[in-house]
């Protein structure tokens, strides 16, 4: 028996009764991937220059294949969330405002640490 939601499968469509949680979901899905202005985004790329600093080209050689396999998977899921049909999607899921303002929160977390962190100062000190 197949619990609903536990399949990549099982999210397509889920753009259709679910926008919001939808785009809480896609949105902790790029800020694990990496995608900027996401907090993700600065702390990876904030490892990649620590290591480039103490010259261990290896290790970041094999970090960038691994968060470029790692987003492709994330993508996959976001594209089952939005843009693949199904006949059967998940049905809405009703929350209160409890848990709706805790997502809020923890979006806009992700999002204003990455716009307000100082990195893009620090990432435009290192071009001059």
């Not at 926008?19 to 490892?47: C, D, E, M, N, Y």
Request: aromatic share 14%; with cysteine.
């Amino acid at each position: 028996m197949t619990i609903k939601g536990e399949n990549i499968n099982d999210y397509k469509g889920f753009y259709k009764n679910n926008r919001g949680l939808s785009w809480v979901l896609a949105i902790a899905l790029f800020s694990l991937g990496g995608i900027p202005p996401t907090a993700g985004f600065f702390g990876k790329f904030f490892l990649l220059l620590a290591g480039a600093g103490k010259g261990n080209y290896l290790l970041i050689t094999i970090a960038a294949l691994n968060m470029v396999i790692s987003l492709y998977y994330y993508l996959k899921v976001i594209k089952a969330i939005f843009m693949d049909a199904n006949d059967n999607p998940i049905e809405q899921v009703k929350t209160s405002w409890s848990p709706r303002i805790a997502m809020i929160i923890c979006i806009a977390g992700i999002i204003i640490t990455g716009l307000a962190s100082g990195a893009y100062q620090y990432i435009h000190s290192l071009v001059k």
